[in-house]
């Protein structure tokens, strides 16, 4: 498979292209079906997207923004994505937007994750999903070995979300499924450092996707994954 890259000298340049290009995509989500929705990971790389995204001039208020995945703990924690988002991009002309949290920590795990399903199997297909990526190849919370990544990266299952147990990172997780994911007219990975390029080179040649989650969305051809990079 080869690369759709886009690179960039630095990381505010990635950050206010990726921007336009999801603006673009969610302007002409609404202007087709009077709604958009998007799909954003967590982590320290999508801090300066989010603070352009929340500036854009759309209208929010037609737009509905969930997570990837989440890490289970509570809204008050620092590993919180949801709060993440809330912090800084849910904020200025941002705030009108609908939010799709993953996780509840008052809910009981079990029954929140078939309470996801349901309410996921009956939204729309994703406008757009921006995934991230580790050094060890994981995407959204679909950590290699981890407890559940087989039914995870299952393209057959119509399971839309998942509790992962990492064997590798702290915290259980919710996270959409492979499948879910791909339910998107833009599939988008947003990485950032020469060690994660080199990964995604490495990944890119072929590598096995239960080692390499990432592969798996790296070698869609419908959608075709968009790489936004920086240094």
Not at 157 to 184: E, G
Request: some cysteine; charged content about 20%.
């Amino acid at each position: 498979m080869s690369l759709l890259l886009r690179d960039f000298e630095r990381a505010d340049a990635l950050d206010a292209a990726l921007s336009e290009r999801l603006i673009d995509g969610l302007v002409a989500a609404i202007d087709a079906r009077g709604e958009a929705i998007l799909a954003v990971s967590g982590g320290r790389t999508p801090a300066g997207l989010f603070k352009c995204l929340s500036e854009a001039p759309l209208d929010f208020s037609k737009v509905m923004i969930t997570l990837t995945d989440e890490r289970c703990v509570p809204l008050d924690h620092p590993d919180s994505n949801a709060q993440m988002v809330e912090r800084l991009l849910l904020q200025r002309n941002a705030k009108q937007s609908r939010f799709i949290p993953l996780y509840d920590s008052a809910m009981d795990r079990a029954a929140q994750c078939q309470s996801l399903n349901l309410q996921f199997n009956r939204l729309p297909i994703f406008d757009a999903v921006v995934l991230g990526m580790g050094l060890d190849g994981h995407t959204a919370s679909l950590f290699p070995g981890a407890t559940g990544l087989p039914a995870a990266m299952d393209l057959s299952s119509d399971t839309a979300v998942t509790l992962i147990q990492p064997l590798t990172a702290p915290h259980a997780r919710m996270t959409l499924t492979a499948a879910r994911l791909l339910k998107t007219r833009a599939l988008i990975l947003h990485v950032t450092g020469d060690e994660k390029l080199s990964l995604l080179n490495e990944v890119s040649a072929g590598a096995d996707a239960m080692q390499y989650p990432v592969g798996l969305f790296l070698a869609q051809n419908a959608p075709a994954t968009e790489v936004f990079w920086a240094p």
